[in-house]
Nanobody
């Protein structure tokens, strides 16, 4: 099992910034992807940003240039710096890990989610 602990959600005014963090611990093998998804009320969960096995970050078109993902591999931690937040950024943000175990089994884990509310 892998545990994901998230920090950093909250209430912010439009145009403001927040930083989310996610630390993975437990039985970590080969992480194929790690990053953030979000789910707004009445909508499906969508990718915000992640690192895939290729190493380069991937971003949803809606956040490019405003959100930045970074990581500290030694700590199995990823951060999401969210700038110029818009009201449509209001959602529950979930940390996500996709890994392959030593036995070649794919595992997918989700954090508990952290609420981000963008409102004046």
């Amino acid at each position: 099992q892998v545990q994901l602990v998230e920090f950093g959600g909250g209430l912010v005014q439009p145009g403001g910034s927040l930083r989310l963090s996610c630390a993975a611990s437990g039985n970590i093998f080969s992480i194929d992807a790690m990053g953030w998804y979000r789910q707004a009320p009445g909508k499906e969960r969508e990718l915000v940003a992640n690192f895939s096995s290729g190493g380069s970050p991937n971003y949803a078109d809606s956040v490019k240039g405003r959100f930045f993902i970074s990581r500290v591999n030694a700590k199995n931690t990823v951060y999401l710096q969210m700038n110029s937040l818009k009201r449509e950024g209001t959602a529950v943000y979930y940390c996500h890990v996709d890994q392959t175990t030593g036995w070649g089994v794919r595992e997918v884990y989700w954090g508990q989610g952290t609420q981000v509310t963008v409102s004046s």
